[in-house]
């Protein structure tokens, strides 16, 4: 799988491959979804615009032909540590290896661009099946918990008073 940095002129169709992946029904075709816990947005379009224009920030994507079917997002975060976000399959592609090949090229890019030996991520302590599936590819829960950004919409629209993330690690 070759990763590519995204344009601006990505932005549209990766800001609806997000959606369609993390929120409402159309989310719901996959395993991956955020949508029993959150409504609402995933992100918007300025946020992923800001993204591009953060040097330290990768928004990398994936194309089936003209299409991005997959993205993902990496902070360099020094001292060389990577945060992995916004893993992001279409639901139609979920179930099939995309997911584990993009994460493992995800680690590439963080290795090879960011000079990372570690890298992290944060995932909602609500979702064991996938804090699980990170598990069986090497990462590992480092006792750390981060709070949910409650009131900020920017992030959706929590279903649930307890949310929180949980950071996860792994060494490159």
């Known amino acids: 799988m070759e990763l590519e940095p995204a344009t601006p002129e990505d932005l549209p ?13 159309s989310a719901r075709q996959g395993w991956t979804h955020e949508a029993d816990l959150l409504g609402g947005q995933r992100t918007d379009v300025d946020a992923l615009a800001a993204m591009l224009t ?11 032909g003209a299409q991005p079917a997959a993205c993902v997002a990496l ?35 963080a290795t090879d661009h960011l000079r990372a030996r570690r890298i992290e991520m944060t995932v909602i302590w609500q979702r064991p ?21 409650y009131g900020d919409e920017r992030f959706g629209q929590p279903h649930r008073t307890d949310l929180e993330f949980v950071v996860l690690e792994k060494t490159l």
């Open 13 to 25: 169709a990766l800001h609806a491959l997000i959606e369609r992946a993390y929120r409402g029904d």
């Open 54 to 64: 953060n040097p330290a920030q990768q928004l990398l994507l994936w194309r089936d």
């Open 75 to 109: 902070t360099d975060k020094g001292d060389g540590l990577a945060y992995l976000g916004m893993l992001t399959v279409d639901p139609e592609r979920q179930g099939g290896g995309t997911g584990r090949t993009l994460l493992a090229a995800a680690e590439r890019w």
């Open 129 to 149: 099946e996938l804090i699980a599936w990170y598990e069986r590819r090497g990462y590992r829960f480092t006792g750390e918990h981060r709070p949910f950004p």
